[in-house]
Antibody, heavy 121, light 107 residues
Framework: QVQLVQSEAEVKKPGASVKVSCKASGYTFTDHYLYWVRQAPGQGLQWMGW????????RYAEKFQGRVAMTRDTSVTTGYLEMSGLRADDTAVYFC??????????????WGQGTLVTVSS | DIQMTQSPSSLSAFVGDRVTIACQTSQDIKKNLNWYQQKPGKAPKVLIYEASNLETGVPSRFSGSGSGTDFTLTISGLQPEDFATYYC?????????FGQGTRLNLK
């Protein structure tokens, strides 16, 4: 079955960087885009960007431009989210999600379990 | 950016009730809207895609309707496992945006 397994929780100081991984299994990794979505404590969902796993193309939400990088390593079927210049308001659970295209629409049909990133001095 | 407004923000209901959650968008998105359910400490789970299509494995008590700027998610015959937070999400244009969520509580 399709699984997305993310890396463990991280605690970082303001100004530091973090790299979250998302290991995919149960499907052909290069057939689906990977999206990243975050959720601050008690808040809603915020789209961060996507990566075309086949060719590595990326698109980031304007809010995160210049601070995030989404990459992938097809040899180990893993996607990565790296974020720099961390601030306290980046404290959130970060999710990866697989996009499924169906009949001209797409949605997130499988999600990682989430990785809590805490930014605190 | 396309703004998403869900209503209500929270509601309380009994097991067996029928509830409706509304989602309004700031511009016409045709039928490019999905609905997700999220339980505490878990990732969201898709229920409905493209406004009205039931995802495989999701119980038929969930249904979605709407197009343009007004959409609804209906749960007919609430079950104990349905008490959760629900989000609408548009994919008509980037950035992808979500509603602020509707928390469904057990009365």
């Amino acid at each position: 079955q399709v699984q997305l397994v993310q890396s463990e929780a991280e605690v970082k100081k303001p100004g530091a960087s973090v790299k979250v991984s998302c290991k995919a299994s149960g499907y052909t990794f290069t057939d689906h885009y990977l999206y990243w979505v975050r959720q601050a404590p008690g808040q809603g969902l915020q789209w961060m960007g996507w990566i075309n796993v086949q060719n590595g193309d990326t698109r980031y939400a304007e809010k995160f431009q210049g601070r995030v990088a989404m990459t992938r390593d097809t040899s180990v079927t893993t996607g990565y989210l790296e974020m720099s210049g961390l601030r306290a308001d980046d404290t959130a659970v970060y999710f990866c999600a697989r996009a499924l295209w169906k009949s001209g629409s797409y949605y997130f049909d499988n999600w990682g379990q989430g990785t809590l990133v805490t930014v605190s001095s | 950016d396309i703004q998403m407004t869900q209503s209500p923000s929270s509601l309380s209901a009994f097991v067996g009730d029928r509830v409706t959650i509304a989602c309004q968008t700031s511009q016409d998105i045709k039928k490019n809207l999905n609905w997700y359910q999220q339980k505490p400490g878990k990732a969201p789970k898709v229920l409905i895609y493209e406004a009205s299509n039931l995802e495989t494995g999701v119980p038929s008590r969930f249904s979605g309707s709407g197009s343009g700027t007004d959409f609804t998610l209906t749960i007919s015959g609430l079950q104990p496992e349905d008490f959760a937070t629900y989000y609408c999400q548009q994919f008509d244009d980037l950035p992808i945006t979500f509603g602020q969520g509707t928390r469904l509580n057990l009365k």
